[in-house]
């Protein structure tokens, strides 16, 4: 019981991170990760950023189940409404705030780069259904022999491309995203690991 308290624990506090760091980079406007400037340039058309988190992570929920020849993960489903959801929430609550230079829009950016990196090594202790977009960096790992780090990467470069199609808000910090996601993940992942199974 005590196991399972920590991996929800885990679960709902690395989500919840996890959304958080999107949002700061979103609000950065010093460009956002692949996957959300694609949600983000979707919403122009309809919707909010939120749904089409939701929407994109249905898509892959069906591509990640044949990268691993297996039956859809329909518990992602969970996870893609708390964070579509969590992410509307915190995009809400910073409604109002610009950054006023450069200087304040890159902090913000790193900020939210860590934020990220380290909510998705958070949750993923928990070892529940995944963000379709990490369980991608999952499959790819499994399907192609790849490290995480690099597995992870690859999804990032593809959703680069489809973000670009959709005219997302593509900049430096997609670049910056794209090429440190996979190795932020790689370092702040063991580390919790090892915290969480200590305290455990």
Do not use: C
Request: proline share 4%; charged share 10%; aromatic share 12%.
């Amino acid at each position: 019981m005590k196991g399972i308290k920590h991996r929800v624990i885990s679960y709902m506090l690395g989500l919840i991170i996890l959304s958080l760091g999107v949002s700061f980079t979103i609000k950065s406007e010093v460009g956002t990760g692949p996957w959300d400037a694609l949600n983000v340039g979707l919403s122009k058309l309809m919707f909010t950023v939120g749904t089409w988190v939701v929407i994109v992570g249905i898509v892959l929920i069906a591509v990640n189940a044949l990268l691993l020849k297996r039956k859809p993960d329909f518990y992602a489903l969970i996870t893609i409404f708390i964070v579509g959801f969590s992410i509307d929430m915190w995009l809400l609550l910073f409604k109002g705030f610009s950054p006023d230079s450069y200087l304040m829009s890159f902090l913000i950016f790193i900020v939210g780069l860590l934020l990220l990196s380290f909510g998705i090594s958070v949750y993923l202790q928990a070892k529940f259904a995944p963000v379709p977009i990490d369980n991608l960096m999952i499959a790819i790992h499994k399907r192609f022999g790849l490290s995480m780090g690099i597995s992870k990467t690859v999804a990032e470069i593809i959703a680069f491309i489809f973000a670009l199609v959709f005219r997302g808000p593509v900049g430096i910090g997609t670049i910056l995203v794209t090429v440190l996601i996979g190795p932020l993940i790689h370092l702040f992942y063991p580390r919790v690991e090892k915290f969480i199974t200590r305290i455990t």
